[in-house]
């Protein structure tokens, strides 16, 4: 790459003191690379630097040079001096390049379970924190206080700009009322209640009095494990109470009664081999299809394949392309058998 942004020629050199001339060269710190046969004379590659060191020593050697092809930018350009038009579409090129860097093209969401990413992204849009919004605006501490206030359930969040990316990412307390209710149950005292009647299959009891054993039969609203400790002396004597919240692993056969009522016949979707498929692209916010569009009249569903544009791996391009695969359908009225309908 170094040599082809400098240039370098290709040459053919011809005469009896070929050695001799290779000799100076490399006396002369002149490299040349690709040295081979050609003809009754010798083919190597140089650069345009050294290639201009030559003259002096083809004279004492009484070699003669030939240029056989010229490579790279300098020589690119010399040629394409008078293609204006060519140099102004790299010019405005790199002007879109430089101006496209200046803004945000894809806010990443990282950590969050409770909150969608969707959400997240509705939120800071309201803030008028989008796609495309410069990055001299976002201010990375107030976005990442806007989002803890917003949403009580983060405890952490970072904000970071790499490229044309915002990353966010975040830390929910997700478990944060669940263990309230924890803490809450441990400092009150719970019973375990029967809301159905059956047979205990098993049980393995953490904390509190368990009243029923495997086997025994219970009714709806009886006690299974009791929060309330009895003090005894060592006459074994009632002598006071404590309480705590049951804590326990019960597994009962009950019965639940179920109904469920559904048509015995039913649409299915029988796809043609008609099946097309089209492009579209997007700027921005704008897309623009190309191909047929399916007909008005027609069932079909469309499955859609994107793909993102990206200089870099955090340089992404605020364009995307894909595929729209069309699949045309008709519908069936079918009936489910006996067997179909006691599956279902």
């Not at 969050?112 to 509705?122: A, E, F, M, R």
């Not at 069932?299 to 364009?319: K, W």
Request: aromatic share 12%; net charge positive.
């Amino acid at each position: 790459c170094l040599r082809y942004a400098k240039g370098y020629v290709h040459i053919n050199f011809y005469g009896e003191e070929k050695e001799r001339f290779l000799n100076l060269c490399s006396a002369n710190d002149i490299i040349l690379w690709k040295l081979m046969p050609q003809g009754e004379g010798q083919m190597a590659c140089m650069s345009i630097s050294d290639f201009k060191k030559l003259r002096p020593i083809s004279r004492k050697t009484k070699i003669k040079i030939r240029i056989a092809k010229k490579r790279g930018l300098p020589f690119f350009f010399q040629k394409s001096r008078k293609r204006k038009a060519f140099f102004l579409g790299i010019l405005c090129f790199c002007a879109l390049i430089y101006t496209l860097s200046l803004r945000i093209w894809n806010i990443h969401v990282d950590g969050n379970i409770t909150y969608s990413t969707q959400t997240v992204l509705k939120y800071l849009e309201q803030e008028n924190i989008r796609h495309g919004i410069l990055k001299k605006s976002v201010n990375c501490a107030e976005v990442a206080s806007m989002l803890r206030r917003e949403f009580p359930n983060i405890t952490w969040v970072s904000a970071r700009i790499e490229g044309t990316r915002l990353f966010l990412e975040m830390k929910e307390n997700y478990n944060q009322e669940q263990e309230q209710q924890t803490v809450d149950q441990e400092s009150t005292p719970l019973d375990i209640v029967a809301k159905k009647s059956g047979t205990v299959m098993s049980i393995v009891t953490r904390s509190g009095v368990p009243l029923v054993k495997v086997g025994d039969q219970f009714k709806k609203g009886d006690i299974l494990v009791s929060g309330t400790l009895e003090i005894k002396n060592d006459a074994q004597e009632t002598i006071g109470y404590e309480y705590t919240s049951a804590d326990a692993d019960l597994y009962a056969r009950t019965a639940y009664s179920y109904y469920d009522e559904f048509p015995m016949e039913y649409e299915e979707r029988i796809y043609t081999e008609d099946q097309k498929n089209s492009w579209f692209f997007t700027v921005m916010n704008y897309r623009v299809d190309i191909g047929p569009s399916p007909p008005e009249d027609q069932r079909y569903d469309q499955v859609a394949t994107t793909h993102p544009l990206y200089l870099t791996e955090n340089f992404v391009l605020p364009f995307t392309y894909g595929t729209i695969q069309t699949l045309p359908y008709q519908i069936e009225v079918r009936q489910y058998t006996k067997e179909e309908a006691a599956a279902k």
